[in-house]
């Protein structure tokens, strides 16, 4: 099994800086891909942004220039957020494609248990 834990969430103002960090165990060969999704209220989960293991990025266009998706060689991703706005409010969701030990068996939709962030005026 391998399971995804978010930290870093939780309330600032506007224009303010946050940092998500989210950290991969378990029986894990290797991680493909890693990402944030939000998910505002009354709204429908989207991709923030996302990362492989070459280090390849992409953004939504609403967070591009603000946020920065990284990743170390320990499984964890981070997602640095600058100059929040209030409509980044929402639970931030991490993802991951895992191939566990041995390469037996393929996880490709692992979902953390989510981190709120709420920006204020």
């Known amino acids: 099994q391998v399971q995804l834990v978010e930290s870093g969430g939780g309330l600032v103002q506007a224009g303010g800086s946050l940092r998500l960090s989210c950290a991969a165990s378990?029986?894990?060969?290797?991680?493909?891909?890693m990402g944030w999704y939000r998910q505002a209220p009354g709204k429908q989960r989207e991709l923030v942004a996302r990362i492989t293991s070459g280090g390849s990025t992409n953004y939504a266009d609403s967070v591009k220039g603000r946020f920065t998706i990284s990743r170390d060689n320990k499984n964890t991703v981070y997602l640095q957020m600058n100059s929040l706005k209030p409509e980044d409010t929402a639970v931030y969701y991490c993802?991951?494609?895992?191939w566990g030990s041995g390469l037996i068996r393929r996880y490709p939709e692992v979902w953390g248990q989510g981190t709120l962030v709420t920006v204020s005026i």
């Open positions: 993802n991951a494609d895992i």
């Open positions: 378990g029986n894990i060969f290797t991680i493909n891909a």
